[in-house]
């Protein structure tokens, strides 16, 4: 079993900065891509960012320039660092984690955006 624990949300300013962090812990051979997904009220989780484990990275468009995905291989770490941060990325975000067949997930992190 694996368990991924988050940390880093919080209430910003627009055009603030935040930096999530996510650590997978438990049974773990090898960890294959991790991602960032976030998800609004009434809404279905959406992707923000994942990384393989060679570090090929990917990122929605609402996000591409601002957020920065990475990870720490050693560690069983990913992070996301969000920049020029808007009142929508105000939602919960979820980190995951492939472990060959299966994906965990986070219990989730709220970030806030005030205008």
């Known amino acids: 079993q694996v368990q991924l624990v988050e940390s880093g949300g919080g209430l910003v300013q627009a055009g603030g900065s935040l930096r999530l962090s996510c650590t997978a812990s438990?049974?773990?051979?090898?960890?294959?891509?991790m991602g960032w997904y976030r998800q609004a009220p009434g809404k279905e989780r959406s992707l923000v960012a994942t990384?393989?484990?060679?570090?090929?990275?990917s990122y929605a468009a609402s996000v591409l320039g601002r957020f920065t995905i990475s990870r720490d291989n050693a560690k069983n770490t990913v992070y996301l660092q969000m920049d020029s941060l808007k009142p929508e990325d105000t939602v919960v975000y979820y980190c995951?984690?492939?472990?060959?067949?299966?994906?965990?997930w986070g219990q989730g992190t709220q970030v806030t955006v005030s205008s």
């Open positions: 995951n984690a492939q472990v060959g067949p299966n994906v965990y």
């Open positions: 438990g049974t773990i051979s090898a960890i294959d891509a």
């Open positions: 990384i393989t484990a060679r570090g090929t990275k």
